[in-house]
């Protein structure tokens, strides 16, 4: 009998607000649909007035998917 394959790993629902229970993947999915800002993505969410400690990690991740700043200086030293 050969040996099993591996069982896929689940990876962990981590949370992003604990008051209104909102996953990183549910902030990422409204950040593809358009939020922008933090408040967008919190209206968007559904979520009401909290503790805030979530608008830090939101802007974070608004930080993460935002496209790279075209390095200017560099274009120009190269050319
Ligand atoms: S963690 Fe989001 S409002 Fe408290």
């Known amino acids: 009998m050969p040996p099993r394959p591996p069982r ?3 990876v962990p629902r981590m949370y992003v607000c604990v008051c209104h229970a909102v996953t990183e993947d549910v902030v990422r999915e409204h950040m593809e649909a358009g939020a922008c800002s933090a408040k967008e993505v919190r209206a968007a969410c559904g979520m009401r007035p909290g503790c805030g400690s979530c608008v830090n990690r939101i802007c974070a991740l608004l ?3 935002a496209p790279e700043p075209v390095l200017q200086g560099a274009v120009e030293a190269a050319a």
């Open 63 to 65: 930080k993460e998917s």
């Open 8 to 10: 896929p790993r689940k």
